[in-house]
């Protein structure tokens, strides 16, 4: 029973303090206010028939139209697809992907024809897609040091831990380092116009404004303090699977030039599926009312250098528009369509219930 | 915890072996030639749990005894060792917190506790050595020592009273922080050794400390000049407890007997008892859910992982190659790294936030509680307490309602009502409007319109003034020279020549139960007057306004199990007399059975009134006989061992052959709605049982003034009385009944379906048992068929609307509560209760619930929650209870149900990621 003794001293302890803080007021009556006394205002809904019939019609009604609004959007998206690859014999990139070899000096390129039955309006984007690649593994995707690849000159010549096992090559550090560097997206693809008499345009292709503005120029910075980007990373090594050093990807702009070009950041920016498509290009619309690509045939001249079918991928060139909601995306529409389509069934299907099962007198009303 | 409450009940067995021997002052006694100092411990008193060097290993090992912490720390390691998705920081930050929170306050409390002991260690006292007055810290008393101890002051140890400054040789105290009772108790030195406390050469032989407050048996042996030593008998009385505090006594002087932790309050040191809330069991039910959700989702990834690697190209294609030290490991270690690596995934699944959430609302949500203004009870200035936080909701879930009677459905505020003398019924209306106080009523037994003779109204008076231990009030104008003015008194009395109502209202009487108090207030209106007990005087001023002297001889102290108490005084004119007053049913057997009758339909229609019923009985002794009594007493009082069964055996001895003078009817209003709230109750389908050690006729009142059997009630009585039938054993009888009970209540009852229109069709039963039939039924153990008696009692009960079981011990009390506690489907009990003896059941049920009553405070402290008034839990069960339950059921499922919803995506996203642990959230987000 020390605790008692404990107990009463703490009491004890309690009481003067309190009376002593609240001075005279030596009344220990509780306050009178809506929160102590719980009763503060709350509202609870409480099914019935006449708050939940009306509630699925209209939920019903509200969601057919934005479904058939979005299906519709969607639906006007227009999107070209075309896998090149090279698994089957008779495509033309058969035998570039059959032979392919890491060390080849010689780019083999292949050409594939395709023909748009409708024209493309306003901005066409250009994708590069590919299945069964893995960008989303644990492994790949935390392969890569952000300190590096943001400039910071420690981390240039001392990369993080992480980029295991493409980290050094030899004794010299690798710029940039990591799984998902060195995996970087090389295939070329220039897209040609043929026209009814045969002769070849080529699509002006803008490879700027593909990025992210925040990748871009915020998380993406060439090392500082050397404007000369071959200096900068002259204590580097290329990553065993590129072909040219990291300075060297857009020697024509020194805007999109080492770790700020785009396409390096695009490819960065890891997927979250194994199937998936990065932007590639964008064809701006041209202006006047010609379409940005008018219906006809096309060549696209692919330069083979990214080897999938090692393990089992596949390689893709996608065209499309986009509207205010995006890309092609008809699930959305669907889903919306669907809830909405059955809400309004089961509004009707209850609403029979509840005409032909309710024996209840009108007075009566149990609110349970 | 359990083992220590029952070793408090069981007190009695828990006999240990051996007793000490103290010398009085340390001073070596001329019998014991060899003097060895004894080892006692000393008297620090320690709390505290931890000490500043032990804090922080002792109290992290304590907490990550909690399987949940330690669940978290075991992820949290696993994180920080094997190569995990997820970083360490986002499950190593909330554990850090929720484990340097806990540590804090649990850290302030014990720090708390060590200023307490500190103050209790620290104290200065006053030690007399070699006639020498000492002051000493309280901490290194030793036993043995003679210490002093002023008025107002706590006694630093348990000590032998051994002098006092009042002349009769007593001593008042009050142990209110010991059990609770606030009233005066009065304790005696050992005799003879009043005088000489400097020069006393004695040792005292007692018992090995034992937390029963009210036992103790020892024995003095005084030395005198080689003389052959004098041995005196000590018993509770001389002995007085630490943490009692010394009241109206100016100083006394004792010896320590039992110091720090081996005083009798450091071994009643109850932690708060452990109460788990069915929510948070059954919080752990889901966790166990989730947990193997969460194994056989890891186990699913881990070996879908290794299927999908098995393909060729998939585990390692050119753009993702392995480090070479993964290539390396073991192939069976890299699966089980990333088992453990899916579990920390996946480990969000049962949140750290969780357990504290859950804790912060439930200690937020307690204080609504202590905030609500209907609890709050203008007269005693207090609302409700809430001792405990973790039981909220248990409140909501209540199926079982125990109650206490006395206290707690009525007010333990007792009047006088009337009195029956000689079979005649004599009822107080206006003690100012006749002198002679007494007036016949217009109740049945007036056909007998013959008043008892006048000898025998004041002989049954004098019994009433007489035979009780109540002392009177000294009030503060008397404190000093209380001899004049008692005799002021007195003689204004006399003068006055009648007496007069407002000095009656003045006289204040404190006495341990209220019933006497009641008592003596009705004999005063009556015109007997207690006047009080001074060194073994008791005074009455009779109608006469003449003061009777009678001295005190004996006082046979009441106790729960022979229900009477008497005392055996003197009379100036040489007569012996004893007087008795019990409960009907253990007085009856002890008298001349012709005078019975006339008696016992009073009683029991007083009883069936809801009046509380005393008998009271007188006999002369005879010089030889009070000899034999009082050597017999004296005896018996100086056993070391057994010394209550030898009493007992005294008292019973003394007390038979009595003659019955008449009864007394004592009324004990019922709480304010106590109706309303057990009808509210009964209404929400809470079965309430009322538990009391009240005869079964006053409780059976109560319970239909409390409207818990109603007029159709079908009563089922299981007692002693119906158990007694000629040419049966009672085992028989018990059997038969008991089935034919069961048939009724069970077997006939309709079928649980229809019990939605139970309120109009089907028959109510109400069920009576007493405390020796209940034993009875429980403790036939030897017996084959005991599981069918202790399964058709509860079977019983269950079916029945409302249960009454009377004459109850506390521990039968809780052994009820256990039992229902522990039946089928293990409904949640609630106990509420008032006094000391309803502490056992209310730490036995699941909820516990104080009434800050008039019997002190035990109740309130080992209470989950206390409320003023009765009438309060209605709304603490049907308002908060309901709506904590709610909420709080709410709060955990949704929990369960986010993190499930949490978890399943990621779960999920494995099959797209080639189940490489990736988690698509960013850290932020668990």
Redesign the interface.
């Given at each position: 029973?020390?605790?008692?003794?404990?107990?009463?001293?703490?009491e004890d302890g309690h009481h003067s303090g309190a009376s002593s803080g609240t001075g005279v007021s030596k009344?220990?009556?509780?306050?009178?206010t809506a929160f102590?006394?719980?009763r503060l205002p709350a509202w609870q809904p409480i099914l019935t028939a006449g708050s939940v019939l009306p509630a699925f019609f209209v939920i019903g009604l509200i969601f057919i139209p934005i479904g058939i609004g979005l299906y519709v959007t969607s639906n006007n998206i227009k999107e070209f697809e075309i896998d090149y690859t090279g698994v089957s014999s008779d495509s033309p990139c058969y035998n570039c992907a059959k032979n392919f070899t890491w060390n080849t000096t010689e780019p083999c390129v292949c050409t594939v024809n395709f023909t748009l039955a409708q024209p493309f309006e306003s901005n066409v984007f250009m994708y590069y897609g590919l299945s069964n690649?893995?960008q989303?593994?644990?492994?790949?995707?935390k392969?890569r040091d952000d300190r590096q690849l943001n400039g910071d000159l420690s981390a240039l010549t001392d990369p993080s831990k992480e980029c295991?096992?493409?980290r050094k090559s030899g004794d010299v550090s690798i710029a940039p380092c990591g799984?998902i560097a060195?995996?970087l997206f090389n295939d070329t693809l220039v897209l040609y116009y043929v026209d009814s008499n045969n002769s070849k345009t080529e699509v002006p292709l803008v490879k700027k404004g593909i990025a992210w503005w925040t990748d871009k120029h915020v998380k993406f910075r060439n090392p500082a303090g050397n404007s000369n980007l071959t200096l900068a990373f002259q204590d580097t090594a290329k990553p065993v699977?590129w072909a040219k050093p990291v300075y060297e990807l857009d020697p024509s702009d020194p805007d999109n030039n080492g770790f700020i070009n785009e396409d390096f950041i695009v490819w960065m920016r890891t997927a979250?599926?194994?199937t998936f498509r990065k932007l590639y290009r964008i064809i701006q619309k041209k202006s006047g009312a010609t379409p940005t690509l008018p219906n006809g045939n096309y060549m696209l001249n692919i330069t083979y250098n990214y080897?999938v079918l090692?393990?089992?991928g596949r390689k893709r060139m996608i065209l499309s528009t986009i509207s205010w909601m995006g890309g092609k995306n008809p699930f959305l529409g669907i889903a919306y369509i669907t809830v909405g389509s059955i809400c309004f069934f089961l509004g009707v299907v209850l609403l029979i219930i509840h005409h032909k099962y309710d024996n209840r007198n009108t007075s009566a009303d149990i609110p349970s | 915890m359990l083992r220590r409450r029952l070793n408090r009940w069981f007190g009695g067995e828990d006999r240990r072996v051996g007793s000490r021997t103290i010398y009085v002052g340390h001073r070596p006694c001329p019998a014991n030639e060899v003097f060895i100092p004894p080892k006692f411990c000393d008297n620090r008193i320690v709390s505290s749990k931890y000490t500043v060097w032990n804090f922080l290993p002792k109290n992290l090992f304590e907490q990550f005894r909690r399987i949940a912490n330690f669940y978290f720390l075991i992820i949290f390691l696993v994180q920080v060792i094997v190569d995990t998705p997820t970083s360490p920081v986002t499950s190593g930050l909330p554990l850090f917190f929720v484990i340097t929170v806990t540590a804090i306050k649990q850290g302030y409390e014990d720090w708390l506790r060590h200023k307490a002991d500190n103050e209790v260690n620290k104290y200065r006292v006053t030690v007399l050595e070699d006639g020498r007055r000492i002051q000493k810290e309280s901490e290194k008393i030793k036993v043995g020592d003679v210490l002093e101890v002023e008025e107002d002051e706590t006694f630093p140890c348990d000590l032998i009273l051994l002098q006092s400054s009042r002349d009769d040789g007593t001593c008042f105290v009050t142990t209110a922080s010991l059990d609770g009772e606030s009233n005066h108790k009065t304790h005696y030195t050992v005799p003879d050794t009043e005088r000489d406390v400097e020069s006393l050469n004695a040792t005292i032989e007692c018992e090995q400390p034992q937390p029963d407050l009210y036992k103790f048996v020892g024995r003095m042996h005084i030395y005198k000049n080689n003389e052959e030593p004098s041995l005196r008998s000590l018993g509770p009385e001389n002995l007085l407890l630490k943490g009692a505090t010394l009241k109206n006594t100016q100083s006394i002087c004792g010896v320590a007997v039992y110091t720090g932790m081996e005083t009798k309050m450091a071994l009643n040191y109850q932690g708060k008892s452990q109460k788990r809330s069915v929510v948070e069991k059954s919080i752990n039910a889901f966790l166990l859910v989730y947990l193997c959700i969460l194994v056989s989702k890891a186990l699913v990834c881990t070996t879908l992982k290794y299927v999908w690697q098995s393909k060729p190209g998939q585990d390692e294609p050119w753009y993702n190659e392995k480090t070479k030290k993964e290539k390396e490991t073991n192939l069976y270690l890299n699966m089980f790294t990333d088992f453990l690596s899916f579990m920390v995934l996946f480990n969000f699944i049962i949140p750290v936030s969780m357990y504290v959430t859950v804790e912060m609302q439930k200690f937020l949500g307690s204080f609504f509680i202590s905030w609500d203004k209907d609890f709050f009870d203008s007269e005693i200035e207090e609302g409700a307490l809430v001792n405990t936080s973790d039981l909220n909701e248990e409140l909501g879930q209540v199926e079982y309602v125990f109650t206490d009677k006395t206290g707690t459905l009525t007010q333990n505020n007792m009047e006088f009502i009337e009195c029956c003398i000689d079979g005649h019924q004599y009822k107080y209306r206006d003690a100012s409007s006749e002198v002679d106080g007494f007036c016949v009523t217009d109740g049945p037994m007036n056909t007998v319109q013959q008043k008892a003779g006048r000898e025998k109204e004041e002989l049954f008076l004098r019994a009433l003034c007489l035979c009780h231990t109540v002392q009177v009030k000294e009030s503060t104008e008397q404190g000093h020279g209380q001899e004049d003015g008692r005799i002021d008194q007195v003689d204004g009395l006399m003068v006055d020549g009648q007496v007069v109502p407002p000095l009656q209202e003045q006289r204040g009487f404190i006495a341990s139960s209220p019933d006497e108090i009641a008592l003596v207030q009705g004999a005063m209106r009556y015109g007997f007057t207690f006047l009080g007990l001074e060194s073994k005087t008791m005074k009455i001023l009779n109608r006469t306004n003449d003061v009777e002297m009678y001295e005190l001889l004996h006082v046979l102290n009441f106790d729960p199990v022979r229900r009477r108490m008497s005392v055996i005084v003197r009379s100036i004119s040489g007569e012996t007399l004893l007087f008795c007053k019990g409960a009907d049913s253990s007085i009856f057997p002890r008298v001349k059975q012709e005078e019975v009758e006339k008696i016992r339909m009073h009683v029991e229609r007083n009883a069936t009134d809801g009046y509380r019923t005393l008998c009271v009985a007188y006999k002369h002794l005879t010089a030889e006989e009070y000899d034999q009594v009082d050597s017999g007493l004296r005896e018996a009082r100086l056993a070391l061992q057994d010394r209550e069964e030898k009493l007992m055996a005294v008292y019973n001895q003394v007390e038979t052959g009595m003659n019955l003078i008449g009864a007394t009817a004592v009324e004990d209003r019922l709480q304010e709605e106590a109706a309303e709230t057990m009808e509210a109750l009964q209404g929400a389908g809470i079965k309430v049982w009322v538990l009391t050690g009240d005869k079964m006729e006053t409780a059976k009142s109560t319970c239909y003034a409390c409207r818990l059997f109603k007029r159709n009630t079908e009563l089922l009585e299981l007692t002693v009385r119906t158990l007694e039938s000629p040419g049966k054993r009672r085992e028989d009888r018990l059997h038969d009944l008991l089935l034919e009970y069961h048939k009724k209540t069970v077997q006939d009852a309709p079928p649980a379906k229809t019990r939605v229109a139970r309120n109009w069709s089907s028959q109510d039963y109400g069920f009576i048992v007493d405390g020796a039939t209940l034993s009875m039924v429980l403790n036939s153990s030897s017996e084959n068929n005991l599981h069918d008696y202790k399964d058709l009692f509860l079977q019983i009960c269950q079916n029945c609307t409302s249960v009454l079981c009377c004459r109850m011990a506390p521990l039968q009390k809780a052994q009820i509560v256990k039992m229902v506690k522990n039946s089928k489907g293990s409904p949640i009990t609630l106990s509420i209760g008032d006094g000391a003896n309803d502490v056992s059941m209310i730490l036995e049920a699941h909820v516990g619930i104080g009434i800050k009553g008039k019997e002190g405070r035990q109740a309130v402290r080992n209470s989950d929650y206390a409320i003023p008034k009765l009438k309060h839990l209605k709304k603490l069960l049907l308002a908060h209870g309901h709506l904590y339950y709610v909420r709080i059921a709410h709060l955990v499922q949704y929990f369960f149900y986010k993190n499930l919803c949490f978890i399943l995506p990621q779960f999920l996203y494995q099959f797209f990621c080639g189940c490489s642990q990736q988690s698509f959230r960013t850290a932020h987000f668990h």
């Open positions: 029973m020390m605790a008692s003794s404990y107990n009463a001293k703490e009344n220990k009556k509780p306050d009178n102590k006394q719980q690649f893995y989303n593994h644990r492994r790949y995707v392969s295991e096992p493409y799984a060195n995996s699977n979250a599926l194994p080897p090692s393990f089992d | -």
